[in-house]
């Protein structure tokens, strides 16, 4: 409970008074832009008979996936490695006779260039043993887009207590609380993307002909922001 003072001639409580009502609004904004990076996954497979035959070809095709990644430059802004594996294969039957050996390494690429996705991951696909898989579109954790919903939001909220306020005949007096109740929709690392995702897997298309780019699409992020806000107003006459 709060104790007044000379300074403080009313003490503050939950629900307001009669001599200072108070209104409980939320606002919500709902954006709809363009994304700003997208996500490729890249898998490079090997098989062999021995280990080390399957270990030699997985480097030499991890390689020419990375290098064909950064020859794009800034287009592509950041590659990462992720799992490696060398798993034997048995032979069927008895024992633990080894048959063969499979290696396998995935790698991501994130590219803010819309315009060199298309033509990168045909290229890509059309390596051997090679699978790629998205693209996976979103926002950067810094977007603008994200300031603005939240912004947009604030003001939906003052905008609909003052509406609420005129419904009594009076004004706004002052702002009590503003809280952030999930101010923005961060996008999980890959996610699910109906429409704008891509599967290929190419095993040693010739040499001499090369495959036509990937016509992509960017899909449409969607942006959402909420607050809740409790103001005082002027006492009106009921």
Same mark, same amino acid.
Do not use: C
């Given at each position: 409970m709060t104790t007044p003072t000379p300074h403080d001639p009313h003490p503050a409580v939950p629900y307001g008074t009669p001599d200072a009502p108070r209104i409980a609004v939320r606002g919500e904004a709902h954006l709809e832009v363009d994304p700003e990076i997208a996500r490729i996954s890249i898998t490079v497979a090997s098989r062999g008979k021995d280990r080390r035959t399957a270990l030699d070809d997985l480097t030499h095709r991890n390689t020419t996936a990375l290098n064909l990644l950064k020859s794009y430059g800034e287009a592509v802004e950041r590659i990462e490695t992720g799992t490696f594996s060398i798993?034997?294969?048995?032979?069927?039957?008895?024992?633990?006779?080894?048959?063969?050996?499979?290696?396998?390494?995935?790698?991501?690429?994130?590219?803010?260039?819309?315009?060199?996705?298309?033509?990168?991951?045909?290229?890509?696909?059309?390596?051997?043993?090679?699978?790629?898989?998205?693209?996976?579109?979103?926002?950067?954790?810094?977007?603008?887009?994200?300031?603005?919903?939240?912004?947009?939001?604030?003001?939906?909220?003052?905008?609909?207590?003052?509406?609420?306020? &005129?419904?009594?005949?009076?004004?706004?007096?002052?702002?009590?609380?503003?809280?952030?109740?999930?101010?923005?929709?961060?996008?999980?690392?890959?996610?699910?993307?109906?429409?704008?995702?891509?599967?290929?897997?190419?095993?040693?298309?010739?040499?001499?002909?090369?495959?036509?780019?990937?016509?992509? &699409?960017?899909?449409?992020?969607?942006?959402?922001?909420q607050v809740n806000a409790r103001f005082t107003m002027a006492p009106p006459q009921l």
């Open positions: 798993t034997p294969q048995l032979k069927e039957g008895r024992g633990e006779r080894i048959h063969a050996h499979h290696g396998r390494v995935h790698i991501t690429a994130e590219l803010t260039d819309f315009t060199a996705l298309g033509e990168l991951t045909t290229r890509l696909a059309d390596l051997d043993l090679t699978r790629v898989d998205g693209p996976w579109w979103a926002l950067r954790p810094n977007s603008p887009a994200h300031r603005t919903a939240r912004q947009q939001a604030v003001r939906e909220a003052v905008q609909r207590a003052r509406e609420y306020a &005129e419904a009594l005949g009076t004004t706004l007096a002052a702002l009590v609380e503003l809280a952030d109740i999930g101010a923005e929709n961060t996008p999980p690392a890959y996610p699910a993307a109906p429409g704008g995702r891509m599967r290929s897997m190419a095993y040693g298309a010739p040499a001499d002909t090369a495959a036509a780019p990937l016509d992509l &699409e960017p899909q449409r992020q969607h942006v959402h922001a």
